[in-house]
């Protein structure tokens, strides 16, 4: 069984950056991902990464924002969010075990998931 925890969340101006990590403890998964959810609206994928060769996939709103990487090491995977947008303001959940994670960001079904960090972008 996996479990994760998530971390890092917070309130930032426009422009500004966050780092969020996920602690990720059990096995049996070969990808970790990142999802939101804002007040009213429906689950969005964010991004995921492949543990068996390292790849990475975003969802086109966040490519060229958002980074998502893994240290081995320290079991964590981490989502660096560069110049966020008040439209970035939600709960970021990490999540393993998951499917699919490939460019198809619509495809992505996740399994478990942590309690989720609040991030809030307002001036």
């Known amino acids: 069984q996996v479990q994760l925890v998530e971390s890092g969340g917070g309130l930032v101006q426009p422009g500004g950056s966050l780092r969020l990590s996920c602690a990720v403890s059990g096995s049996n998964y070969d990808a970790v991902g990142w999802f939101r959810q804002a007040p009213g609206k429906e689950r969005e994928g964010v991004s995921c990464?492949?543990?068996?060769?390292?790849?990475?996939y975003y969802e086109d709103s966040v490519k060229g924002r958002f980074t998502i990487s893994r240290d081995r090491a320290k079991n964590t995977v981490y989502l660096q969010m560069n110049t966020l947008q008040p439209e970035d303001t939600a709960v970021y959940y990490c999540?393993?075990?998951?499917?699919?994670?490939?460019?198809?960001?619509?495809?992505?079904?996740?399994?478990?998931w942590g309690q989720g960090t609040q991030v809030t972008v307002s001036s």
């Open positions: 999540a393993a075990p998951m499917d699919y994670c490939t460019p198809y960001v619509g495809l992505w079904k996740y399994y478990s």
């Open positions: 990464i492949r543990t068996t060769d390292g790849a990475t």
